[in-house]
């Protein structure tokens, strides 16, 4: 897929549901929570995962991603990427390659919550059939890879 990535290593972890944002700013996080899956990594990698977790209005709902994104008042993807480069001088030329491991990385993830789902009850919480959420997340990820030509 690429040849080489920068080694542009930093905290990653912040998903819009990991964050407490200010009542009176809205717009400027607080706190960042559940650290215990943080990782150094490429920010590009974070900024991948916060596009693929925030839904628009019309896209087809996970039962495993939240939808708050979908309400009035939040900005589309393109909106948020151009905002993240303005704010970090960051070049987003790569950006569908990080959206796609970020499809690929949840794939994975709710293969695994299937598999535990199937093997006994998981806290309580029924999913239903998570087969098709695995193939919606792969075949997004091979999308976001067409577009980049790769």
């Not at 495993?64 to 030329?93: I, Q, S």
């Amino acid at each position: 897929m690429r040849q080489s990535v920068r080694d542009r290593s930093r905290g990653v972890r912040f998903r819009l549901d990991n964050c407490l944002l200010d009542t009176a700013d809205p717009g400027r996080i607080t706190a960042v929570l559940d650290w215990e899956l943080s990782a150094l990594g490429d920010p590009l990698a974070d900024l991948g995962l916060l596009l693929f977790y925030w839904r628009q209005p019309g896209e087809t709902v996970s039962p495993l991603t939240p939808t708050v994104t979908t309400e009035p008042g939040f900005p589309d993807r393109a909106h948020l990427a151009r905002r993240y480069a303005e704010a970090t001088g960051t070049d987003l030329g790569d950006l569908a390659f990080y959206e796609a491991f970020a499809h690929f990385k949840f794939a994975v993830i709710v293969q695994g919550i299937a598999a535990r789902t199937a093997a006994g009850p998981m806290a309580g919480q029924d999913f239903g059939d998570l087969g098709a959420e695995v193939v919606r997340c792969a075949e997004g990820g091979l999308e976001r890879l067409g577009k980049e030509g790769r």
